[in-house]
Structures are given as C-alpha cells and as structure tokens.
C-alpha cells in the first residue's frame, strides 16, 4: 500500500480535535457543580462559623454566634417534587442550610444579654436565583424560638437594626415562616409594660397551627389571657390571609378578636370581629392609647379593620352595637394615628338613653357606682354638684368629632326630657360640645358648651364659657308630679351666658359668672296654686270645694346676675289677674345654698287671709319652704284681739286682704329679658361692661 500523503495528517485529525475540546468543555460544565455539591455535602460549615458570626454581627451591629452545629445538606423543594409539568430547573437540587442553638445579643450600651435565641432554625436557598442577585428562601423555620423584645427609654430599643444608607444591588425575598414552640419577652419601661407570651404549636386540623398565652402588666395593669394563629406564615402572597384569635383581660376591661391580618409581619392590615367590656371605656386608654369618657360597665361587639404603613395608622369600628349601662349604644368609629395627636371621628346613637347613664361622663353617678368604674373620688355627703375632676392632663392625646343622638331618654318623671342630641369636638385640648340639644317640656334646650384644658396659659384650671337657650317649654310639662300645674297654660323662653375657671361641674358653677335670665308672655295659671302661695285659707276653700280654675297670667320674668357663683336675683316676677309675686334673695352655687324670699300681694278681696312672705332656704339637698311667722304672728295677734273688745266679724279684718293696685309692668320686664345675657372671660368676675345687642 501506498503511504498516506503528509499533507493529509492534519486534515484528518482536526474535527477530533474539536470534538475533544467540546467534550472536555461539557464534561467540566457537568463536573464543577457535582464537584461544588460534593464540597457543599461533605465540607465541616463548622470551620467557616467564626467567619459567618464576624459578617452577621457587623451587618446587624450586635452580637451573633451559631454556636451549635452547622450543615448544609443538598434537598429537592417539596413544591417542585410535587410539579406535574417539570422542566430541567426543577430536577436541581437547593441548598438546605441548618443552624442550631443561635444567639443575638442587644446593641451596644444596653445589657449585654440574648434579644433572641434559636434552638434549631433551617432554610432552603434558590441557587439558581443567585445568578439575578436575588436571595430567595421559599420557607424558613424556627424551633423554639425565644425573643427578648426591649425599650429602656423612647429612642432606644433593641428591635431597630442599623439602616444601610446604600441601596443594595441585592434583593431579599422570603416566601413563608414556620414558628413551633417558643416564648416573647417584651419589657417597655417607656409604658410600664412587662408581657411573656408564650407559643405552642397545635396538632389538630383547621386554620390555626399555634395557640398562645399571655401574663404580665400592660401599662402598669395586669394582663393575661390568650389565642391562636396560623401555623404558617405567608410573606410572598400578601393577600393571603393570616388567621387570629385571641382573648385578653387587663384590669377590668375585656378584649376579644377573631378575624385575620394581612401581611402580618408589618401588621399591615387586620379584618376581625372586635368586642370590648370593662368597668368604664376610659379605663381603655391603658390597652388603646385611645382617650375615651367616663361610663358605667359596657360592652360591645363590631367589626375593625385597619390598615399599618410607615406614616401611621387608621382604623375602623363598624357596625357596632352594644350596652353602657342600661343603654344600648351603636354606630361606627374611625381613628387614624399621626401628628401632632390622633383622630377619632364618628356617629353613635342610642335608642333608648337612660338618663343615670349620662353621670360618670361629669362626676354625677353615686358612689357605689364610682366604685365600680374605679373612680378615686367620691361625692362629699350632701353635696349635689359633682366634685369629681376632669382629667385635662389626657386632652391633648386626640383630637375628636364625634356625633351622638338619642332618640328617646329613660329618666325619673318628675325629669321633663325626652331626647338628647349632641356635636362632641375635641381640638388641641379644648372640649366643645356644639351643641349639646336636649328635648324638654315639649320645647328644646339647647347649649353650647366650651372647656379649655389646653393649659396654653399656664393654668391647669379649665377655662369654660356656657351658653343656654331655653325655648317653648311647656308650663305644664315642666312640672308632671305637681297637680296644680296641670291646670297652668304657657311656654318659657331663657337665655343664660356663663363663664368661669374650674376643674370641676361644683367649681366651675362655684366660681361662675354671667346672667341667666327666663320669660314668659301669656299663659294661665291655677288659681288654686296662686291662693295656696298668698295662704288665702277662704280662697283655697271654696276653690277645693268649687273646683280650680284659670287665671291669666299676664308674664313672668327672672333676670339673674351671677358673681362669682352666687345668684342675685335682680328682678324675679310673676304677674296674673288676681295676684302678684316678687322674689328676691339669691342662690349661691358655690355652697349650694338657696335664700329666696316670695312676696305675694292679692288684687283683690280675700277673706280669712294670712298673707305673709314665703321664704325658700336650705341647701341644695334638703330645701325647706317656711312662712315668715313674725308677720303672721302680727295677724293672729290682732285678730284675737279684736275678737275679745268687738264683735266676732271685726276679727276677720285683720285677716282680709285688700286689693293691691300695683301692676308689673310687663312690656319692659318681657323687653330686658329678651336682651341677651353677657358674662365676662372665663376666671374674671363681674362688673363687666353691658353689651346691648
């Protein structure tokens, strides 16, 4: 045979060649990653543990050890084996990476103690996600975790990590966590709260995996209590609903919750059933941070929702109904964090108010019922006007407008109302209800009240000024429990401007001033009633045996000054047909003492007459009506003389009272007290110059 050409060699050799290098090519492509996951397998992560503690603690700037075992085993995802349609990617197995018994320390300059430690926490990495600078970790684990949650003071705690101003090229995604048994330990000496929860996890179907319980001190209350949650916590689906329970006591008052949260990490949002008991609701702020007023023993049960971000929070309490006392209340509150206090906005109404529920909100309740709602004050013996102080010091934590109705009113008959309708606003410490309307005698009451307990001044005293308007009530509802008025035809119209400087309804009355004044244009009265004041005995006689009748009264009108708490009655008339009365005296609201003297002249002949003034006096509590005796005393006098020197008809001229010809004058009367009632600023005291208006 020929030999083969030189030149042919090469060409022969060349396509091996590059077959070759391909093969070489692939085989290495195919023998690093066997060779990385062989290394990964069998490598001791033990030795690379003094490293990974150093790089952890100076990204989180506090201490770090895993001082337990370390390993990283190789695992195919359970949601991959579980594919149906798989691709090349999915046949990769993940990194698993485990840790046991890990530490965190506090930061520096706190105590140097663990914030949080693990006996066992695991988790798969993504490799594949690496090649996009993504950390994906599709669910993390955690066995009896312990987390020692701390604030020594406002600004420092030992949950805020250290902030990388640089954006990082990295990003970080963790899809779910899994807690089994575990203890929070959360000490705030900012609120006096020191709380140990502990965390169990549950072996039984339905929503919840873990249940919790709770003891320790919530703003310096004792709490307890405890409920469930989800097994699983979801981080990637935000939607996905986390369900909760729970069931807690602090004090008197009782909360409950069962509903879910979203994104519960950040507590993003929560959608639960709410119900709320306790003694008082302002017993809530302790729990709430939510300034609330003083009631009798409530409950109620609605739906929340809220919604958490960086800039606050706002939540809503719909569609709730409930008690406060013996009331039922319902409606819809909404209050939304921020700066530089909170908002609370709302309509509450009640369908039926008994009128005893309204006594704590100002001190008026007994003290029985203080007891109970954990009031420190109590009602002095004898004292009407409530001593009990406003707490002004929480005023300025929230902000407020708030509606409330009710549409009928439970209260004592000789109480002539019959609804309450008010307009509650709180701005920077300043409380004003505008208005505050109550239906009365068939007529209205209407109020605007103002409380400043800002103390922009300086003063921890409330600055009040009050302004009543009384308009058509009725005469005869008025008074339901008194016979003779029923018989009484007319409607009262007044006006009232006060001011004053107190902490308190009895020191803010006590230290009052301004005007009250009150009308009346035409009516009729009870003659009965009028005979009765003027002791015409002849007159109530035959009128009992007749039976009672009308007179026309022609107007009355009260024009009150008040200084300094006492009410000097500067001019107090009732004018009729047939008589005239004159009060004079004054009612004193700081010592709440009445000194009222009723004159009444006849205008007419009356027979067997033992007019004399009518003196109202005592306190508040216990007034007593008595007759100016040293004036009958004159009239008896005389009668029993004359009935011993002259024949028996001349003993009853002592006793016969003439006709008076004095008439009020009952247009200039009406006239001033149409004129509207001034009072001064609130802590000054009269004289004040006279606005005409």
Same mark, same amino acid.
């Given at each position: 045979m020929p030999a083969p050409s030189p030149s042919s060699a090469p060409a022969a050799s060349k396509p091996h060649t590059t077959r070759t290098i391909l093969l070489s090519l692939l085989a290495l492509l195919v023998t690093l990653p066997i060779l990385a996951c062989i290394v990964v397998a069998t490598y001791d992560w033990n030795r690379a543990k003094p490293w990974l503690n150093a790089r952890v603690a100076d990204a989180l700037d506090r201490p770090f050890a895993i001082r337990g075992d370390l390993s990283v085993r190789w695992e195919q995802p359970a949601s991959q084996m579980a594919g149906q349609d798989k691709q090349w990617r999915d046949y990769l197995p993940w990194p698993h990476l485990l840790a046991k018994d890990v530490h965190l320390g506090n930061p520096a300059g706190m105590a140097q103690t663990d914030a949080a430690t693990i006996v066992e926490g695991a988790f798969s990495l993504n490799p594949l996600a690496l090649l996009q600078q993504r950390i994906e970790i599709p669910l993390l684990r955690f066995q009896a975790p312990r987390l020692a949650l701390l604030r020594v003071d406002a600004t420092h705690n030992n949950w805020t990590f250290k902030q990388n101003t *640089?954006?990082?090229?990295?990003?970080? +995604?963790?899809?779910?966590?899994?807690?089994?048994?575990?203890?929070? *330990?959360?000490? !705030?000496?900012?609120?006096?709260?020191?709380v140990l929860a502990k965390v169990a996890t549950l072996d039984q179907p339905g929503p919840y995996g873990i249940a919790w319980t709770v003891t320790g001190m919530y703003s310096g209350a004792p709490v307890?209590?405890?409920?469930?949650?989800? &097994?699983?916590? #979801?981080?990637?689906?935000?939607?996905?609903?986390?369900?909760?329970?729970?069931?807690?006591? #602090?004090?008197?008052?009782?909360?409950? =919750?069962?509903?879910?949260?979203?994104?519960?990490?950040?507590?993003?949002? =929560?959608?639960?059933?709410?119900?709320?008991?306790?003694? #008082?609701?302002?017993?809530?702020?302790?729990?709430?941070? /939510?300034?609330?007023?003083?009631?009798?023993?409530?409950?109620?049960?609605?739906?929340?929702?809220?919604?958490?971000?960086?800039?606050?929070? *706002?939540?809503?309490?719909?569609?709730?109904k409930g008690k406060v006392g013996s009331s039922d209340i319902s409606g819809k509150l909404a209050y939304r964090t921020g700066k530089p206090r909170g908002y609370l906005s709302g309509n509450i109404e009640s369908k039926l108010l008994n009128f005893k529920d309204l006594g704590p909100l100002v001190g008026a309740d007994s003290n029985a019922s203080k007891k109970v709602r954990g009031a420190t004050e109590t009602q002095p013996a004898g004292k009407v006007l409530p001593v009990e102080q406003f707490r002004t010091a929480r005023w300025k934590t929230i902000d407020a407008d708030v509606r409330y109705s009710a549409a009928r009113i439970l209260r004592d008959e000789k109480l002539a109302l019959n609804k309450l309708s008010t307009h509650v606003l709180m701005n920077n410490g300043v409380l004003t209800l505008a208005p505050l309307d109550f239906g009365l005698a068939g007529g209205d009451l209407s109020s605007t009240i103002r409380l400043d307990g800002s103390g922009d001044d300086g003063q921890q005293a409330i600055k009040a000024t009050m302004n009543i308007t009384a308009r058509n009530i009725q005469i005869k509802q008025l008074f339901p429990t008194i016979e003779q008025m029923q018989a009484t035809v007319g409607e009262i119209n007044g006006d009232a401007q006060l001011s004053a400087s107190g902490d308190s309804i009895a020191s803010l009355l006590g230290k009052s001033n301004g005007e009250v004044k009150a009308r009346i244009g035409q009516g009729s009265i009870s003659k009965l009633l009028l005979e009765e004041m003027g002791l015409n005995l002849g007159s109530v006689i035959i009128a009992k045996v007749t039976g009672d009748k009308q007179v026309k009264l022609?107007?009355?009108?009260?024009?009150?000054? /008040?200084?300094?708490?006492?009410?000097?009655?500067?001019?107090?008339?009732?004018?009729? +047909?047939?008589?005239?009365? !004159?009060?004079?005296?004054?009612?004193?609201?700081?010592?709440?003492?009445?000194?009222? =003297?009723?004159?009444?002249?006849?205008?007419?002949?009356?027979?067997?007459?033992?007019?004399?003034?009518?003196?109202?006096?005592?306190?508040?509590?216990?007034?007593?009506?008595?007759?100016?005796?040293?004036?009958?005393?004159?009239?008896?006098?005389?009668?029993?003389?004359?009935?011993? =020197?002259?024949?028996?008809?001349?003993?009853?001229?002592?006793?016969?009272?003439? *006709?008076?010809?004095?008439? &009020?004058?009952?247009? #200039?009367?009406?006239?001033?007290?149409?004129?509207?009632?001034?009072?001064?600023?609130?802590?000054?005291? /009269?004289?004040?110059?006279?606005? /005409?208006?």
């Open positions: *640089q954006p990082s090229r990295w990003q970080f +995604e963790l899809e779910r966590v899994v807690l089994t048994q575990g203890v929070v *330990q959360f000490d !705030d000496a900012v609120t006096n709260t020191h307890t209590g405890g409920g469930k949650a989800g &097994a699983v916590l #979801s981080l990637k689906n935000q939607d996905t609903p986390f369900p909760i329970q729970a069931d807690l006591r #602090s004090g008197s008052n009782r909360v409950t =919750i069962e509903g879910t949260a979203t994104r519960p990490a950040q507590l993003a949002a =929560i959608d639960v059933q709410l119900s709320l008991a306790g003694r #008082s609701m302002a017993r809530l702020y302790e729990l709430t941070g /939510v300034l609330l007023p003083e009631t009798p023993p409530f409950a109620t049960a609605g739906h929340l929702t809220g919604t958490i971000d960086r800039n606050g929070s *706002q939540w809503t309490y719909d569609n709730f022609n107007c009355m009108a009260t024009d009150f000054r /008040v200084d300094n708490g006492l009410m000097n009655a500067r001019r107090f008339v009732i004018d009729t +047909e047939e008589a005239l009365v !004159d009060v004079d005296g004054t009612i004193n609201l700081a010592t709440e003492e009445l000194d009222l =003297i009723l004159r009444p002249q006849t205008k007419g002949v009356r027979v067997l007459s033992l007019r004399a003034p009518l003196y109202v006096k005592g306190p508040f509590s216990k007034p007593k009506v008595s007759v100016d005796m040293k004036t009958l005393a004159m009239k008896g006098g005389a009668a029993v003389l004359l009935a011993v =020197i002259a024949p028996p008809l001349a003993a009853l001229v002592p006793l016969t009272q003439q *006709q008076a010809n004095n008439n &009020a004058d009952c247009a #200039s009367l009406l006239a001033n007290a149409k004129v509207k009632p001034v009072a001064p600023p609130p802590g000054q005291r /009269v004289p004040f110059k006279r606005i /005409v208006r």
